[in-house]
Protein backbone atom coordinates (compact mmCIF):
# COMPACT_ATOMS: atom_id res chain seq x y z
CA UNK A 1 0.00 0.00 0.00
CA UNK A 2 1.27 3.54 -0.82
CA UNK A 3 2.86 4.78 2.48
CA UNK A 4 0.88 7.69 2.02
CA UNK A 5 -2.52 6.08 1.96
CA UNK A 6 -3.61 5.59 5.75
CA UNK A 7 -6.95 3.57 4.91
CA UNK A 8 -7.55 1.87 1.73
CA UNK A 9 -11.30 0.97 0.06
CA UNK A 10 -11.69 -1.42 -2.33
CA UNK A 11 -14.95 -2.80 -3.85
CA UNK A 12 -17.23 -1.64 -0.72
CA UNK A 13 -20.53 -3.55 -0.58
CA UNK A 14 -22.93 -2.71 2.37
CA UNK A 15 -26.67 -4.31 1.85
CA UNK A 16 -29.62 -4.32 4.04
CA UNK A 17 -32.18 -6.70 3.45
CA UNK A 18 -33.17 -6.16 -0.59
CA UNK A 19 -31.21 -2.96 0.14
CA UNK A 20 -27.99 -2.83 -1.55
CA UNK A 21 -27.00 0.42 0.15
CA UNK A 22 -23.12 0.90 -0.88
CA UNK A 23 -22.70 -0.66 -4.74
CA UNK A 24 -18.57 -0.98 -5.44
CA UNK A 25 -17.18 2.03 -3.55
CA UNK A 26 -13.26 2.14 -4.11
CA UNK A 27 -11.50 5.06 -2.45
CA UNK A 28 -8.31 5.83 -0.41
CA UNK A 29 -8.04 8.41 2.71
CA UNK A 30 -4.41 9.63 2.80
CA UNK A 31 -2.40 10.37 5.86
CA UNK A 32 -3.02 13.99 7.43
CA UNK A 33 -6.01 15.04 5.36
CA UNK A 34 -9.22 15.95 5.73
CA UNK A 35 -11.91 14.04 3.18
CA UNK A 36 -15.28 14.86 2.95
CA UNK A 37 -17.93 12.59 1.92
CA UNK A 38 -20.91 14.01 0.17
CA UNK A 39 -24.10 12.99 -1.43
CA UNK A 40 -27.75 13.71 -1.40
CA UNK A 41 -29.86 11.58 1.51
CA UNK A 42 -29.74 7.79 1.00
CA UNK A 43 -26.29 7.81 -1.28
CA UNK A 44 -24.92 5.77 1.37
CA UNK A 45 -22.70 7.42 3.20
CA UNK A 46 -23.09 6.61 7.36
CA UNK A 47 -23.96 3.05 5.80
CA UNK A 48 -19.87 3.09 4.14
CA UNK A 49 -18.81 5.20 7.59
CA UNK A 50 -20.04 2.18 9.53
CA UNK A 51 -18.37 0.03 7.52
CA UNK A 52 -14.86 2.00 7.88
CA UNK A 53 -15.48 1.68 11.54
CA UNK A 54 -15.60 -1.72 11.22
CA UNK A 55 -19.33 -1.46 13.01
CA UNK A 56 -22.03 -1.75 10.53
CA UNK A 57 -25.35 -2.28 11.81
CA UNK A 58 -26.14 -5.79 13.15
CA UNK A 59 -28.40 -7.02 9.85
CA UNK A 60 -26.09 -5.57 7.27
CA UNK A 61 -23.63 -7.51 4.78
CA UNK A 62 -20.10 -5.82 4.52
CA UNK A 63 -18.09 -7.04 1.52
CA UNK A 64 -14.96 -5.76 -0.39
CA UNK A 65 -11.99 -4.59 2.04
CA UNK A 66 -10.91 -1.54 3.93
CA UNK A 67 -7.50 -2.20 4.69
CA UNK A 68 -5.30 -0.07 7.93
CA UNK A 69 -2.33 -2.21 7.38
CA UNK A 70 -1.30 -4.08 8.97
CA UNK A 71 -5.78 -4.43 9.53
CA UNK A 72 -8.05 -5.69 7.61
CA UNK A 73 -11.72 -4.24 9.01
CA UNK A 74 -14.10 -6.06 6.85
CA UNK A 75 -14.88 -9.14 8.84
CA UNK A 76 -12.82 -8.51 11.64
CA UNK A 77 -13.27 -9.97 15.00
CA UNK A 78 -14.35 -8.53 17.42
CA UNK A 79 -10.55 -8.15 19.52
CA UNK A 80 -9.19 -6.08 16.54
CA UNK A 81 -11.67 -4.16 16.21
CA UNK A 82 -11.55 -3.80 20.23
CA UNK A 83 -7.94 -2.84 20.00
CA UNK A 84 -8.54 0.01 16.87
CA UNK A 85 -10.87 1.34 18.75
CA UNK A 86 -10.25 4.46 20.14
CA UNK A 87 -6.31 4.21 20.17
CA UNK A 88 -6.92 4.48 15.84
CA UNK A 89 -10.07 4.68 15.46
CA UNK A 90 -13.16 7.02 16.49
CA UNK A 91 -16.38 8.26 15.45
CA UNK A 92 -17.92 12.01 16.58
CA UNK A 93 -21.45 11.53 15.90
CA UNK A 94 -24.69 13.57 15.20
CA UNK A 95 -25.97 13.28 18.61
CA UNK A 96 -23.63 13.84 21.51
CA UNK A 97 -26.72 12.89 23.38
CA UNK A 98 -26.12 9.17 22.50
CA UNK A 99 -22.60 9.05 22.39
CA UNK A 100 -22.64 10.68 26.46
CA UNK A 101 -24.35 8.62 29.15
CA UNK A 102 -26.96 10.84 30.59
CA UNK A 103 -26.09 9.51 34.38
CA UNK A 104 -22.39 10.67 34.89
CA UNK A 105 -20.84 13.80 34.90
CA UNK A 106 -19.22 14.22 31.68
CA UNK A 107 -15.27 14.52 33.00
CA UNK A 108 -15.81 11.58 34.86
CA UNK A 109 -16.68 9.94 31.24
CA UNK A 110 -14.06 11.05 29.45
CA UNK A 111 -11.78 10.01 32.67
CA UNK A 112 -13.48 6.37 32.37
CA UNK A 113 -12.42 6.32 28.85
CA UNK A 114 -8.45 7.15 29.48
CA UNK A 115 -8.26 4.35 32.07
CA UNK A 116 -9.90 1.95 29.19
CA UNK A 117 -7.03 2.46 27.15
CA UNK A 118 -4.03 3.80 29.42
CA UNK A 119 -4.69 2.05 32.71
CA UNK A 120 -3.31 5.20 34.49
CA UNK A 121 -4.16 6.28 38.31
CA UNK A 122 -7.82 7.78 38.53
CA UNK A 123 -6.15 11.26 39.62
CA UNK A 124 -4.37 10.94 36.45
CA UNK A 125 -6.71 10.24 34.31
CA UNK A 126 -9.55 13.16 35.44
CA UNK A 127 -6.48 15.50 34.72
CA UNK A 128 -6.19 13.98 31.07
CA UNK A 129 -10.05 14.67 30.89
CA UNK A 130 -9.80 18.24 32.39
CA UNK A 131 -7.08 18.86 29.97
CA UNK A 132 -8.71 17.29 26.97
CA UNK A 133 -11.88 18.97 27.91
CA UNK A 134 -10.25 22.87 28.40
CA UNK A 135 -8.37 22.00 24.99
CA UNK A 136 -12.12 22.08 23.52
CA UNK A 137 -13.13 25.41 25.19
CA UNK A 138 -15.14 23.78 28.03
CA UNK A 139 -14.25 25.97 31.32
CA UNK A 140 -12.62 24.00 34.48
CA UNK A 141 -15.30 24.85 35.88
CA UNK A 142 -17.91 23.28 34.14
CA UNK A 143 -16.17 19.94 33.72
CA UNK A 144 -17.73 18.58 36.59
CA UNK A 145 -21.88 18.92 34.85
CA UNK A 146 -23.46 16.33 33.98
CA UNK A 147 -24.40 16.12 29.67
CA UNK A 148 -27.93 17.87 29.94
CA UNK A 149 -26.82 20.80 32.11
CA UNK A 150 -23.87 21.63 28.49
CA UNK A 151 -26.04 23.36 25.77
CA UNK A 152 -25.94 21.14 22.48
CA UNK A 153 -22.58 22.70 21.10
CA UNK A 154 -20.90 21.83 24.77
CA UNK A 155 -21.67 18.03 24.27
CA UNK A 156 -20.63 18.35 21.03
CA UNK A 157 -17.03 19.77 22.38
CA UNK A 158 -17.23 16.93 24.96
CA UNK A 159 -17.47 14.41 21.95
CA UNK A 160 -15.22 15.78 19.86
CA UNK A 161 -12.34 15.96 23.08
CA UNK A 162 -13.59 12.14 23.92
CA UNK A 163 -13.07 10.87 20.08
CA UNK A 164 -9.42 12.95 19.86
CA UNK A 165 -8.39 11.58 23.48
CA UNK A 166 -5.94 9.19 22.69
CA UNK A 167 -4.73 10.97 19.26
CA UNK A 168 -6.36 8.41 17.17
CA UNK A 169 -5.00 7.56 13.01
CA UNK A 170 -8.18 8.53 12.03
CA UNK A 171 -12.12 10.18 13.00
CA UNK A 172 -14.89 9.75 11.12
CA UNK A 173 -17.22 12.61 11.82
CA UNK A 174 -20.78 11.58 11.05
CA UNK A 175 -22.40 15.01 10.30
CA UNK A 176 -21.29 16.14 13.64
CA UNK A 177 -22.71 19.68 14.05
CA UNK A 178 -25.97 19.43 12.28
CA UNK A 179 -28.45 20.07 15.13
CA UNK A 180 -26.49 23.46 15.93
CA UNK A 181 -27.46 26.59 15.01
CA UNK A 182 -24.64 28.16 12.08
CA UNK A 183 -22.52 30.17 14.02
CA UNK A 184 -21.94 27.09 16.40
CA UNK A 185 -21.39 24.65 13.54
CA UNK A 186 -18.62 26.87 12.14
CA UNK A 187 -16.96 27.18 15.26
CA UNK A 188 -17.66 23.18 15.71
CA UNK A 189 -16.07 22.33 12.62
CA UNK A 190 -12.93 24.48 13.33
CA UNK A 191 -12.79 23.14 16.35
CA UNK A 192 -12.60 20.02 14.54
CA UNK A 193 -10.51 20.58 12.18
CA UNK A 194 -8.04 22.62 14.37
CA UNK A 195 -7.61 19.64 17.60
CA UNK A 196 -7.20 16.87 14.30
CA UNK A 197 -4.56 18.97 12.72
CA UNK A 198 -3.12 19.21 16.61
CA UNK A 199 -2.84 15.78 17.20
CA UNK A 200 -1.83 14.65 13.99
CA UNK A 201 -5.20 12.77 13.13
CA UNK A 202 -6.39 12.45 9.67
CA UNK A 203 -10.57 13.01 9.47
CA UNK A 204 -13.12 12.04 7.17
CA UNK A 205 -15.98 14.56 7.73
CA UNK A 206 -19.29 13.21 6.77
CA UNK A 207 -21.94 16.58 5.49
CA UNK A 208 -24.59 17.91 3.48
CA UNK A 209 -22.69 21.31 4.11
CA UNK A 210 -21.20 22.18 1.17
CA UNK A 211 -19.45 25.97 1.75
CA UNK A 212 -18.24 24.06 5.04
CA UNK A 213 -16.70 21.43 2.73
CA UNK A 214 -15.27 24.38 0.99
CA UNK A 215 -13.77 25.72 3.75
CA UNK A 216 -12.92 22.86 5.99
CA UNK A 217 -11.27 19.40 3.48
CA UNK A 218 -8.67 19.03 1.73
CA UNK A 219 -10.74 16.13 -0.81
CA UNK A 220 -13.76 15.26 -1.33
CA UNK A 221 -15.75 12.19 -2.16
CA UNK A 222 -19.01 12.65 -4.27
CA UNK A 223 -21.66 9.67 -3.85
CA UNK A 224 -24.58 8.91 -5.38
CA UNK A 225 -26.66 5.60 -4.93
CA UNK A 226 -23.89 3.87 -3.05
CA UNK A 227 -21.27 4.69 -5.58
CA UNK A 228 -18.53 6.78 -6.39
CA UNK A 229 -19.83 10.03 -8.62
CA UNK A 230 -16.52 11.66 -8.25
CA UNK A 231 -14.09 12.66 -5.94
CA UNK A 232 -10.80 14.85 -6.14
CA UNK A 233 -9.03 17.56 -4.63
CA UNK A 234 -11.86 19.93 -3.22
CA UNK A 235 -11.17 23.49 -4.90
CA UNK A 236 -10.59 21.55 -8.54
CA UNK A 237 -13.87 19.68 -7.97
CA UNK A 238 -15.80 22.46 -6.86
CA UNK A 239 -14.65 25.37 -9.98
CA UNK A 240 -14.76 22.42 -12.75
CA UNK A 241 -16.79 19.56 -11.57
CA UNK A 242 -16.70 16.95 -14.31
CA UNK A 243 -19.57 14.61 -12.82
CA UNK A 244 -22.83 16.07 -13.68
CA UNK A 245 -24.10 15.07 -10.96
CA UNK A 246 -21.70 16.99 -9.15
CA UNK A 247 -22.35 19.67 -11.13
CA UNK A 248 -26.18 19.97 -9.96
CA UNK A 249 -25.18 19.74 -6.74
CA UNK A 250 -22.58 22.42 -6.44
CA UNK A 251 -25.09 24.48 -8.26
CA UNK A 252 -28.12 24.01 -6.35
CA UNK A 253 -26.02 25.03 -3.07
CA UNK A 254 -26.05 28.30 -1.56
CA UNK A 255 -22.17 29.02 -2.40
CA UNK A 256 -21.90 31.90 -4.19
CA UNK A 257 -24.58 34.79 -5.25
CA UNK A 258 -27.59 33.43 -6.96
CA UNK A 259 -30.78 35.03 -8.41
CA UNK A 260 -31.54 36.28 -11.84
CA UNK A 261 -29.29 34.86 -14.35
CA UNK A 262 -27.93 37.56 -17.43
CA UNK A 263 -29.65 36.34 -20.64
CA UNK A 264 -27.49 35.79 -23.43
CA UNK A 265 -27.98 38.33 -25.91
CA UNK A 266 -29.96 40.69 -23.65
CA UNK A 267 -27.60 43.22 -24.02
CA UNK A 268 -27.77 43.72 -27.43
CA UNK A 269 -28.81 46.96 -27.54
CA UNK A 270 -25.83 48.99 -26.30
CA UNK A 271 -27.38 51.59 -24.50
CA UNK A 272 -30.17 49.54 -22.99
CA UNK A 273 -28.97 48.46 -19.37
CA UNK A 274 -28.79 44.28 -19.94
CA UNK A 275 -31.98 42.83 -18.82
CA UNK A 276 -32.58 39.82 -17.04
CA UNK A 277 -34.92 37.18 -17.67
CA UNK A 278 -35.63 35.69 -14.57
CA UNK A 279 -34.98 32.17 -13.84
CA UNK A 280 -35.45 29.42 -11.35
CA UNK A 281 -32.75 28.57 -8.98
CA UNK A 282 -30.63 26.16 -10.40
CA UNK A 283 -31.98 22.30 -8.71
CA UNK A 284 -31.14 18.90 -9.78
CA UNK A 285 -34.95 17.26 -11.29
CA UNK A 286 -36.49 14.37 -9.47
CA UNK A 287 -35.57 12.77 -6.94
CA UNK A 288 -32.70 10.35 -5.38
CA UNK A 289 -33.58 6.54 -6.83
CA UNK A 290 -35.60 4.05 -4.65
CA UNK A 291 -32.58 1.76 -3.88
CA UNK A 292 -34.55 -1.49 -3.91
CA UNK A 293 -35.69 -0.25 -7.50
CA UNK A 294 -32.16 0.78 -8.73
CA UNK A 295 -32.20 1.45 -12.87
CA UNK A 296 -30.01 -0.80 -14.94
CA UNK A 297 -27.13 1.69 -16.13
CA UNK A 298 -26.05 4.97 -14.65
CA UNK A 299 -28.73 5.60 -11.69
CA UNK A 300 -28.29 9.38 -12.29
CA UNK A 301 -29.02 8.84 -15.89
CA UNK A 302 -32.78 9.16 -15.43
CA UNK A 303 -31.78 12.94 -13.51
CA UNK A 304 -29.28 13.91 -15.72
CA UNK A 305 -29.03 16.70 -18.95
CA UNK A 306 -26.49 14.89 -20.29
CA UNK A 307 -27.72 11.14 -20.62
CA UNK A 308 -28.92 9.05 -23.28
CA UNK A 309 -30.63 6.12 -24.06
CA UNK A 310 -28.14 3.96 -25.03
CA UNK A 311 -24.83 3.80 -22.76
CA UNK A 312 -26.44 5.73 -19.55
CA UNK A 313 -29.65 3.79 -19.97
CA UNK A 314 -27.55 0.34 -19.95
CA UNK A 315 -24.12 0.13 -18.90
CA UNK A 316 -23.07 1.49 -15.32
CA UNK A 317 -19.60 3.98 -15.87
CA UNK A 318 -17.08 2.68 -14.07
CA UNK A 319 -14.64 5.13 -12.56
CA UNK A 320 -12.05 6.69 -14.05
CA UNK A 321 -8.96 8.55 -12.93
CA UNK A 322 -6.68 11.17 -14.63
CA UNK A 323 -4.66 13.53 -12.97
CA UNK A 324 -5.93 12.78 -9.13
CA UNK A 325 -9.28 13.20 -10.28
CA UNK A 326 -11.82 9.92 -10.53
CA UNK A 327 -15.20 10.21 -12.61
CA UNK A 328 -17.69 7.73 -12.91
CA UNK A 329 -19.60 9.22 -16.35
CA UNK A 330 -19.88 8.59 -19.55
CA UNK A 331 -20.24 11.73 -20.65
CA UNK A 332 -17.53 13.57 -18.35
CA UNK A 333 -15.61 14.89 -21.50
CA UNK A 334 -18.80 16.45 -22.52
CA UNK A 335 -19.32 19.09 -19.36
CA UNK A 336 -20.14 22.78 -20.98
CA UNK A 337 -17.99 25.14 -19.10
CA UNK A 338 -20.34 26.27 -16.66
CA UNK A 339 -22.38 23.14 -16.34
CA UNK A 340 -24.55 24.55 -13.58
CA UNK A 341 -26.23 26.13 -16.98
CA UNK A 342 -27.54 22.36 -17.27
CA UNK A 343 -29.54 22.53 -14.19
CA UNK A 344 -31.21 26.04 -14.36
CA UNK A 345 -34.88 26.02 -15.84
CA UNK A 346 -36.57 29.17 -17.16
CA UNK A 347 -39.79 30.53 -15.50
N1 LIG B 1 -30.22 0.16 9.69
C1 LIG B 1 -30.75 0.19 8.46
N2 LIG B 1 -31.72 -0.69 8.09
C2 LIG B 1 -32.27 -0.66 6.85
N3 LIG B 1 -31.91 0.21 5.88
C3 LIG B 1 -30.96 1.11 6.18
C4 LIG B 1 -30.32 1.17 7.48
N4 LIG B 1 -29.42 2.16 7.48
C5 LIG B 1 -29.49 2.71 6.25
N5 LIG B 1 -30.40 2.09 5.48
C6 LIG B 1 -30.74 2.40 4.07
O1 LIG B 1 -29.53 2.43 3.33
C7 LIG B 1 -29.51 3.53 2.43
C8 LIG B 1 -28.29 4.39 2.72
O2 LIG B 1 -28.42 4.94 4.03
P1 LIG B 1 -27.33 5.90 4.68
O3 LIG B 1 -27.82 6.21 6.06
O4 LIG B 1 -25.98 5.33 4.54
O5 LIG B 1 -27.47 7.18 3.73
P2 LIG B 1 -26.82 8.64 3.94
O6 LIG B 1 -26.19 9.00 2.64
O7 LIG B 1 -25.96 8.65 5.14
O8 LIG B 1 -28.12 9.51 4.16
P3 LIG B 1 -28.34 10.79 5.13
O9 LIG B 1 -27.57 11.90 4.49
O10 LIG B 1 -29.81 11.00 5.10
O11 LIG B 1 -27.82 10.40 6.49
C9 LIG B 1 -30.83 4.26 2.60
O12 LIG B 1 -31.71 3.80 1.60
C10 LIG B 1 -31.29 3.82 3.97
O13 LIG B 1 -32.70 3.81 4.03
Known sequence: MNPEVLLSVRDLHVSIGAVEAVRGLSFDVRKGEVLAVVGESGAGKSLTARALLGMPPQRATVTGSVRMEPYELVGAPRSVRAALWGRQLALVPQDALSALSPVHRVSDQLAAAVRSVDGVSRNEAQARAMTALEEVGIPADRTRAYPHEFSGGMRQRAVIAMALLHSPALVIADEPTTAQDPETQRRLLDLLTHRSEATGTTLVLITHDLPMV??????????????????????????????????????????????????????AGRDRPQRT???????????????????????????????????CATAHPEPETHNNRTVACHHWRELPANPAELFLESV
Open 214 to 267: REHADRVLVMYAGRLAEEGPVEEVFTHPRAPYTAGLLASAPLQGRGAVPTCGSA
Open 277 to 311: RRRRLPSIPGTPPNPTALPPGCAFAPRCPLADATR
